[in-house]
């Protein structure tokens, strides 16, 4: 995936003009991240998102010395700290790399000028807004059943193809429930 990917997403919301096309080319900067490095910091201002062209990431917050992993987000995502980034205040949780990641960022500052000049891109950040809400209301349902088995029905058919890639801890933690329960919940699997 690439910068080119994201443009082809959002001309499927509804085309847009060359010049857009142009300018976000311009403002996107692509960097290169190793596994296990920050990108946002609990307490620092998210000032800028991050288009995820590769790669895999976690969001968490610090309970005290308990961490608890709060999103997961793979290739093709768009990655910010929502309340952070909105308001330009500090984040109330950190992201971090799972793997060696490939991003494009764009600055909260050159977003706002984007805005300012194709309202139409106004759209297009509604449509990915909403799909961002939808898929928090999924997560926050999931989190409500009481079911641990359940819970890991949605983990697998959602983010199967990264289970081996994230540590059992960061799995248990987003699924709300302990790590031993995960490993019989596994186990039973591994044994029908």
Not at 37 to 59: A, F, I, K, P
Request: charged share 20%.
């Amino acid at each position: 995936m690439s910068v080119s990917d994201l443009l082809n997403t959002l001309a499927s919301i509804q085309p847009i003009s060359v010049s857009l096309q142009e300018t976000l080319l311009k403002c996107f900067h692509q960097k290169k991240i190793i596994k296990g490095e920050l990108l946002l910091q609990e307490g620092n201002v998210c000032t800028c998102l991050w288009y995820l062209e590769e790669g895999l990431l976690r969001s968490f917050h610090n309970f005290g010395e308990k961490e608890i992993t709060s999103r997961i987000m793979s290739t093709g995502h768009i990655v910010i700290s929502p309340g952070s980034f909105f308001t330009q205040t500090p984040a109330t949780e950190s992201i971090e790399t799972l793997s060696d990641c490939r991003v494009a960022t764009l600055t909260f500052q050159d977003l706002q000028d984007i805005y300012n000049r194709f309202p139409e891109f106004n759209l297009h950040a509604r449509v990915i807004t909403e799909q961002y809400f939808y898929k928090q209301e999924q997560r926050l349902y999931m989190m409500r059943k009481h079911d641990a088995s359940l819970k890991y029905d949605h983990f697998l058919e959602h983010y199967a193809d990264f289970q081996k890639q994230i540590p059992q801890k960061y799995i248990a933690s987003f699924l709300g429930i302990a790590p031993e329960t995960l490993s019989r919940i596994r186990n039973k699997l591994r044994f029908k």
